[in-house]
């Protein structure tokens, strides 16, 4: 996997956390519908992100699937009830890591 520095991950998790999918149900149906996060919705994704993102870089990509369980897992915990973590959080990490392994 491609090396960054802390300072590029942290720019890379400031970007990915000005948005968050929210999942909403109608009529038995769910709606995923991605919009802007707000201030602290935004700091607990960039925290997420961001720790996800050193864990990543740090082990070179090894126990990347553990990694991104952990990280969707602490989306259910400290983002908002109706946040879908799969995509706000576990797709983020994973796409980083598909683009630069």
């Known amino acids: 996997m491609k090396y960054f520095t802390e300072k590029e991950l942290q720019e890379i998790a400031q970007e ?3 948005k968050i999918t929210i999942r909403t149900f109608k009529n038995g149906c769910s709606s995923d519908d991605p919009r802007e996060s707000t201030s602290e919705e935004r700091e607990n994704i960039y925290k997420i992100l961001y720790a996800g993102l050193l ?3 740090f082990r070179h990509g090894k126990e990347y699937q553990g990694v991104l369980d952990a990280c969707e897992f602490m989306g259910h915990m400290f983002l908002p009830e109706n ?3 799969y995509d706000t959080i576990y797709r ?9 392994k």
């Open 16 to 18: 990915k956390s000005k």
């Open 55 to 57: 864990a990543l870089n």
């Open 83 to 85: 946040t879908n973590s």
């Open 92 to 100: 983020t990490l994973d796409d980083f890591y598909r683009d630069n």
